[in-house]
C-alpha cells in the first residue's frame, strides 16, 4: 500500500513539473498573425527597422501578445534603442513574468548599457523559471560569463 502511494506522489510530481515548464515557454502563444509572422522572418533576417513595424502593428490590435512586445524588444535592441527596447520588454513581462524569452533578452540588454547585476537579476529569474534548465538560461549565462571576462 506504501508503495502504491509512493508511486501516485513521485508521478504526480512529475506531471505538475512538466506542467510548469511546459507554461513558461519562451513564445506563451503562436498567433497566426500575418504581421506577426512577417515579423518573426524579418527578425531571422536581421531586418530590424522592418520588424519594428510589423510588431507595432502586432501589438496595436493584440496589445496582450507577450511574444510580439518581446520581438520589438530583441528588434528595438539590435538596433540600440534601447529605451524601447526596455519598455518593450517590461511590457512582455508584464503580461506574462515568466516569458523565458523576455528575461534572457532582457538579460542581454542589460549586459549592453553596463547593468551586469541586473542580468544576474534575469539570470535567476531563468534559474527558477527553468526548473530543468532551458536554451534561455544557458544563453544568458554565456552572455554573462563572456561579459565578464572581457
Same mark, same amino acid.
Given at each position: ?10 508521478? !504526480? ?12 515557454? !519562451?513564445? !506563451?502563444?503562436? /498567433?497566426?498573425?500575418? +504581421? ?11 531586418? +530590424?527597422?522592418?520588424?519594428? #513595424? ?7 490590435? #493584440? /496589445? ?10 530583441? !528588434?528595438?535592441?539590435?538596433? #540600440? ?7 518593450? +520588454? ?6 506574462? /513574468? ?17 547593468? /551586469? ?29 563572456? +561579459?565578464?571576462?572581457?
Amino acid at each position: 500500500m506504501l508503495i502504491k502511494y509512493l508511486m501516485a506522489v513521485v508521478i !504526480s510530481f512529475v506531471v505538475v513539473s512538466v506542467a510548469m515548464a511546459a507554461g513558461g515557454s !519562451s513564445s !506563451s502563444t503562436k /498567433p497566426k498573425d500575418g +504581421y506577426y509572422e512577417q515579423g518573426v522572418k524579418a527578425v531571422e533576417s536581421a531586418d +530590424y527597422k522592418k520588424a519594428i #513595424k510589423l510588431f507595432n502593428k502586432v501589438v496595436a490590435t #493584440k /496589445p496582450t501578445n507577450a511574444d510580439a512586445w518581446n520581438y520589438l524588444g530583441l !528588434s528595438n535592441r539590435k538596433l #540600440k534603442n534601447f529605451e524601447q527596447a526596455l519598455s518593450a +520588454y517590461q511590457k512582455a513581462l508584464a503580461i506574462d /513574468p515568466k516569458h523565458r524569452g523576455a528575461n534572457e533578452y532582457l538579460g542581454e540588454l542589460y549586459l549592453q548599457t553596463g547593468e /551586469p547585476e541586473k542580468a544576474r537579476e534575469r539570470l535567476n529569474k531563468l534559474d527558477d523559471i527553468c526548473f530543468f534548465g532551458c536554451e534561455e538560461f544557458d544563453d544568458l549565462k554565456a552572455a554573462i560569463l563572456a +561579459y565578464e571576462n572581457q
